[in-house]
């Protein structure tokens, strides 16, 4: 079993449908997981992993943007 915490750096860009009018956000956000892994069969392991990501991106002109974001992983590994 373990857990983690940091700090996670985006950036997003945008591009107007009507010219070149392009916009770039640079933002940072915290993300948080834990996670579990586990052998079996010898070498081969199982390795099941949560991860949130958030944060708040402050625009100019619109309201801010709160964004979120939970990912799930599954995977199968190999110890060498």
Known sequence: IYARAGRVN???ENTANYGSYSVTVEDTGVAFGAGLTTLFAGKNGLRLDY???NYEIELIGAPDLDVNA???TLSLYRRF
Request: proline share 0%.
């Open 10 to 12: 985006t950036e997003l």
């Open 70 to 72: 939970d990912a799930f």
């Open 51 to 53: 991860t949130r990501l």
